[in-house]
T-cell receptor, first 111, second 116 residues
Framework: GQSLEQPSEVTAVEGAIVQINCTYQTSGFYGLSWYQQHDGGAPTFLSYNALDGLEETGRFSSFLSRSDSYGYLLLQELQMKDSASYFCAVRGGTGFQKLVFGTGTRLLVSP | NAGVMQNPRHLVRRRGQEARLRCSPMKGHSHVYWYRQLPEEGLKFMVYLQKENIIDESGMPKERFSAEFPKEGPSILRIQQVVRGDSAAYFC??????????????FGPGTRLTVL
């Protein structure tokens, strides 16, 4: 089976940088994904890492270390609109297409 | 290009009634996934379907829940004889799958089911 651990909550101020960590246990690894979800909204895809290293997409970056079963999401130049829940997810199941999500990290950005 | 469509957005049922949730995937996507999210929790996989075929239903409760994705029309998640514990947000996602290569899953807005 698969399991993922994330901190439950992180707080930061506008303009700051924040890192959200994710450790995972999985039999067979097919990449780590990150999703953002605002209250009452749908999850939206942020990034995907299949190989070790850093992927950068604008203000957001995601890192993966397969040997450590660890990844993180880095958010720079925080804005109020970044207040949301962030989920890491691994792939599993038949065809390795289903997503297994972590419990999520609630990010609160204050002025 | 319309995204994933789900309806209804909100559904209220009394205990013992049936709930039908509909999902139309993005244009060009032939793979559909259903996830359930309880309040203050993460998303839990329920079922993965292709047209006329259930690929993985390892997350579906054994009783009262069923899903289909017919050749024509939307995917349907059906919950019979609902109980209060079924109250949750149900999200549908769709993707392309080509040769086993990962493709991003796009999520619909969800259906929020409340069982009275």
């Amino acid at each position: 089976g698969q399991s993922l651990e994330q901190p439950s909550e992180v707080t930061a101020v506008e303009g700051a940088i924040v890192q959200i960590n994710c450790t995972y246990q999985t039999s067979g690894f097919y990449g780590l994904s990150w999703y953002q979800q605002h209250d009452g909204g749908a999850p939206t895809f942020l990034s995907y890492n299949a190989l070790d290293g850093l992927e950068e997409t604008g203000r957001f970056s995601s890192f993966l270390s397969r040997s450590d079963s660890y990844g993180y999401l880095l958010l720079q130049e925080l804005q109020m609109k970044d207040s949301a829940s962030y989920f890491c997810a691994v792939r599993g199941g038949t065809g390795f297409q289903k997503l297994v999500f972590g419990t999520g990290t609630r990010l609160l950005v204050s002025p | 290009n319309a995204g994933v469509m789900q309806n209804p957005r909100h559904l209220v049922r009394r205990r013992g009634q049936e709930a039908r949730l509909r999902c139309s995937p993005m244009k060009g996507h032939s793979h559909v996934y259903w996830y359930r999210q309880l309040p203050e929790e993460g998303l839990k996989f329920m079922v993965y379907l292709q047209k006329e075929n259930i690929i993985d239903e390892s997350g579906m409760p054994k009783e009262r829940f069923s899903a289909e994705f017919p050749k024509e029309g939307p995917s349907i998640l059906r919950i019979q004889q609902v109980v209060r514990g079924d109250s949750a947000a149900y999200f549908c996602a769709s993707s392309m799958v080509e040769g086993g290569v990962y493709n991003e899953q796009f999520f619909g807005p969800g259906t929020r089911l409340t069982v009275l």
